[in-house]
């Protein structure tokens, strides 16, 4: 058993590193990655880890990017911490300034459509403990009953992970909100891996729906592989994306995407067999 994507309290999980790693170890994982958004802070102090697991700990990030006018996510995996720290500085702006940059584009968008809100909405996200604006503006939208109406299906109302995916970063949505000036390509994105020594993935690539194949198809000569085991795939497409990876001739991947209590329908483990992380754990890029 083993889970290459999972988030820590050093991103918008709930665990610390060293709690993350103690359960996995009481589920005797053989491998482990923490790949926190856009940074790869867990890994400053790694004093701890080696009385907290047992298995093999593949250093690792999640790293969000555009393509196509679409908001991604590329896992970097086996990199040379301190080469990818200080690109991700170079590359990244900071993510308060990206952050509250998103929440009044969003909050914008939505006024245009009629959406109605509480007074001072985006001066009360400062005292929030909501990790992610556009996670908290959703909230806030679902507080209405008015609002609902606005939002076209049931699953993008309930969870801001599919509103996210469906309509802020879809540009054939309503609400989509254009933030290419504050996130890199994903071109650039796969770059800084390779420069760090890493491994790119495409990260949950049925995700993006109906674009799916076209961000497929596009990045599968920048990349090193796909995470083609995953919690809400279908058998189908799990053995899609592994036919895919063998001939093009790039590596396998999965994780739960596990973030503790905030999301407590998704436990810790994957799928994947092991043998195919056999294949890239001792594979480096020559720097």
Sequence with gaps: MLDLHMHSNCSDGTDTPIELLKKCEQRRFEYVSITDHDNCNAYNDVTNWAEAFSGKIITGIELQAYFKGLSIEVLGYSFDIAKMQSFIKNLYLPFDVVNN??????????????MTFDNGVIEKYQKSDIYYAAEYLHNEIRKSEYNKRFIPDNESQERESVFFKRHISNPNSPFYIDESDLIPSAEKVIDIIHSAGGLAF???????EEDALDVLNGLSS???????FYPSFENEQMEFLSRFCNEKNLFISGGSDYHGTK?????????????YVDEWYNHRRLT
């Design 101 to 114: 940059e998103e929440l009044k584009r969003l909050y914008g968008v939505c006024k245009n459509i009629g």
């Design 202 to 208: 495409i990260a949950h690539v049925f995700q993006y």
């Design 222 to 228: 920048f990349i090193d592989g796909v995470e083609c």
């Design 263 to 275: 999301r407590p329908e998704i436990s810790l483990g994957s799928k994947v067999p092991k043998e």
